[in-house]
């Protein structure tokens, strides 16, 4: 049998930390900056983590379950 692949989609947006987390990045930051607000540009730079929920459907496509 073949050997597992990871999504390359995936595996550009997120990742791992030592306590097992997946850490992500915040969306809508790229571009059309100038109606948002100084304050909402800044909070969308810091990084957030995966919702429960949806943490195994991300597991599943890194190849970790």
């Known amino acids: ?14 990742t791992i930390t030592g306590s097992g987390k997946i850490k992500r990045k915040h ?15 800044r909070n969308l ?8 929920a949806d943490e195994s459907n991300i597991k599943l496509q890194l190849c970790m379950k």
């Open 1 to 14: 049998m073949p050997k597992m692949k990871t999504k390359s989609s995936a595996k550009k947006r997120f």
């Open 27 to 41: 969306a809508f930051k790229s571009h059309i900056l100038t109606k948002k607000s100084t304050k909402r540009k």
């Open 45 to 52: 730079t810091a990084d957030g983590l995966v919702h429960k």
